[in-house]
């Protein structure tokens, strides 16, 4: 860590390491993957989407394949015998690489199913409402996002990144390069996998042909689709069904809509929304849309000037999206007590002159990041940075008495009462002790000034 800069998320996985934060209900347990925002989308109209459902060419092949079916003695594990997966190919024209997929959709979907080794046609039928549809769809790119771990598009490497793949698409909704997806993948495998030159040579030969394969089978199953510039953009239902998965996973998918409805509101409305978590990170983009930089700027540090620890963690997060436009009312926020450390990191991450922050600042701000967790709730919650400690969480919370944030013996009070670690929870009582010492008249050291 620089002296003035925060890797502002080493505190925050210090604490989901070692324990359970209470004003985090168990629903939001600390995940292993990084919650994501994502750019908002338009939805096409939902009658639209399910008229287009039957028309993809996996679930059209699910369709006959049940209707080719209908009563027939399967094997033990649920799967068309020999002789009878050859005449489906045969008879029906399904590619023999594709029939397993086309199979455990049927069967997944309701469309077949399978009682004392016997096949019958499902409870469902493809003459639903709208809605009854796009659960089905939803069903079918479940089954297709799953088979990922069982060799989904013939490529362990594209399989092993297909779900940030299609989130890369997702992202770019003009579509991306085949060229880029490659090199996207590539990049990702050498980090999570660390192969050798000799191996990345090999996948880095082997994948364009993979890749287009694994492309064609996608299209096939009606999720991406070539662009008039040849680009992979995804279909509108894949959109609507990448987005399902994505909210599944935690990650801040809005719709174009979702993010609209909070355009227009003040600086304080839109703080407000965000600590309740009835508004989520995405909102900010086009709410900063609408105004200047300066302005922004201006409304979110009076706000948390004179606001609570939450309102403060919300107005940090918000002006990270701003770059040097916003230098001016931020450089003035210097001179506020309880601004004057955010304000100085904003300016040296930005390598704008700004004055030092001593190791005392630091440990301050890691109490407000702690203490703003209390105020949130919902998305807000994870969406939160805390500052990194530098040492561990036991050395931190010594030092939080000395330093004279408001919060302290809340935080603290916070961790004593919940945290597993028994040694945390015993330097946590400690220091509460000797923090209410010094709220009562005890010594006072000069970093509790301002």
Not at 48 to 53: D, H, I, R, S
Request: aromatic share 4%; net charge negative.
């Amino acid at each position: 860590m620089a002296n003035n800069v925060f890797d502002l998320a080493e505190l925050r996985k210090l604490i989901d390491e070692q324990a359970a934060v209470p004003s985090r209900p168990p629903e939001e347990a600390p995940v292993e993957h990084e919650a994501l925002t994502f750019p908002p989308v338009l939805l096409a109209a939902d009658a639209e989407l399910a008229a287009a459902v039957p028309v993809v060419p996996l679930v059209a092949d699910a369709i006959r394949l049940t209707t080719w079916t209908g009563t027939r003695q399967v094997t033990a594990e649920g799967h068309l015998s020999e002789a009878d997966a050859e005449g489906a190919v045969a008879e029906l024209g399904l590619p023999a690489s594709r029939l397993r997929l086309v199979w455990i959709v049927a069967v997944n979907t309701g469309l077949l199913q399978i009682l004392g080794g016997r096949t019958s046609r499902g409870p469902l039928s493809m003459r639903l409402t709208v809605e009854a549809t796009l659960e089905f769809w939803d069903g079918v790119v479940m089954d297709v996002l799953d088979r990922a771990d069982a060799g989904l598009t013939g490529s362990a490497v594209v399989d092993g990144h297909l779900a940030e793949m299609l989130a890369t698409i997702y992202s770019v909704r003009s579509g991306v390069a085949t060229a880029n997806l490659a090199r996207g993948i590539l990049q990702s495998h050498e980090v999570a996998c660390a192969p050798g030159p000799v191996e990345m040579r090999r996948l880095a030969a082997a994948l364009p042909a993979e890749l287009l394969e694994a492309l064609s089978l996608l299209t096939y199953c009606g999720l991406v689709e070539q662009t008039a510039a040849g680009r992979t953009a995804l279909t509108p239902l894949g959109v609507w069904a990448i987005r399902r998965d994505l909210l599944r996973e935690g990650h801040d998918a809005p719709t174009a809509a979702e993010v609209q409805v909070f355009a227009d509101l003040s600086a304080a409305e839109l703080v407000a929304a965000l600590v309740k978590g009835s508004a989520t990170q995405s909102a900010v983009a086009g709410w900063l849309e609408r105004r200047s930089p300066d302005s922004a700027a201006r409304d979110l540090i009076e706000i948390a000037a004179s606001g609570t620890a939450g309102q403060r963690g919300t107005v940090g997060a918000i002006l990270e999206e701003l770059g040097p436009e916003a230098e001016a009312p931020v450089r003035q926020a210097l001179d506020d007590p309880l601004m004057r450390r955010y304000a100085a990191s904003w300016l040296h991450i930005r390598d704008l002159d700004a004055p030092p922050l001593s190791p005392e600042d630091h440990t301050w701000i890691a109490v407000d990041s702690l203490a703003a967790l209390m105020h949130l709730s919902g998305p807000a919650a994870g969406r939160l940075d805390t500052p990194e400690p530098g040492e561990d969480l036991i050395k931190l919370v010594g030092e939080m008495p000395a330093v004279g944030h408001p919060d302290t013996i809340a935080v603290l009070d916070m961790l004593a009462t919940a945290h597993d670690d028994q040694a945390v929870v015993k330097a946590a009582r400690k220091a509460a002790m000797k923090a209410r010492s010094l709220e009562h008249g005890g010594p006072r050291p000069a970093a509790q000034r301002g």
